[in-house]
């Protein structure tokens, strides 16, 4: 019984001693008219920062939208493609498989090129990459044209799907890191029902136009994230890993 008196104590010591502060805050907080102010004022701050953090996530995620847009609205979209520029099954296949390809490619140069000019500027260098993908699609008079385009939109997309939750993550507080590193996805999901309702808000053009316009709207958030750029600030951890060479 000693012994157990005696670890008790040691524990009731330990536990004093290595209290945490939030807890002699919660503990006092009520006696002390300052530390209830303090208490108030991070509240405030925290719900702020965290509303803050939460709109550099959604503009993060507007790349996911890229993906996701494109693979809606290709699938309603090659139909006129065919009957406008008069393409093969073999082009419709190798038009529709290669912005996978291309995607790959893309998020794998992402990584090294986020490391070297940084999280945000990467998703710039992205959405920059995919409107001109995009722009060329869309006046493409050509298959040559289109696959150029193509390509381009395949590049800009992996940049953007790649970094996008690594920059979430990093900016992300802990507290709501996994719920806030969950919006690519999600947003990959919006971007296809976006392309589905594209395709059936512009089918009832001539078919030389409609699919044209499908396209070009892929292009409005990739603007978006381009002005997001200048709004947004730069990931933390990635200027932790600048600051010896600086």
């Not at 979209?77 to 406008?84: G, H, L, N, T």
């Not at 099954?89 to 490391?115: F, K, T, Y």
């Not at 993550?169 to 999600?186: C, K, L, Q």
């Not at 395709?199 to 009832?204: K, Q, R, T």
């Amino acid at each position: 019984m000693g012994v157990q008196e005696t670890g008790n104590d040691e524990n009731k010591g330990t536990k004093n001693k290595y209290r945490r502060m939030d807890s002699e805050l919660t503990d006092y907080g009520n006696n002390d008219p300052e530390v209830v102010q303090y208490n108030q004022t991070q509240r405030q701050r925290s719900k702020r920062t965290r509303k803050y953090v939460f709109a550099c996530a959604v503009f993060a995620s507007l790349n996911n939208v890229l993906l996701g847009y494109d693979v809606g609205v290709m699938s309603g979209a090659i139909i006129f493609i065919q009957e406008d520029l008069n393409i093969t099954e073999l082009q419709e296949e190798i038009l529709i498989g290669s912005l996978s390809v291309i995607s790959i490619l893309g998020s794998l140069a992402g990584g090294r090129v986020s490391d070297a000019v940084g999280r945000k500027w990467s998703m710039g260098l992205a959405a920059i990459i995919f409107q001109i993908g995009a722009a060329i699609m869309t006046f493409a008079p050509t298959f040559k044209f289109l696959m150029i385009g193509r390509l381009l939109a395949g590049v800009g997309i992996g940049f953007g799907v790649m970094i996008a939750p690594v920059y979430i993550a990093e900016i992300s507080p802990t507290i709501s890191r996994g719920s806030f590193t969950s919006f690519p996805e999600i947003f990959i999901n919006l971007g296809i029902l976006l392309g589905y309702v594209s395709n059936y808000a512009f089918s009832g053009f001539s078919s030389h136009t409609n699919w044209r316009i499908m396209l070009a709207v892929g292009i409005l958030p990739s603007v978006f994230i381009a002005f997001a750029i200048f709004i947004i600030p730069e990931s933390p951890r990635w200027l932790v890993m600048q600051k010896p060479s600086r």
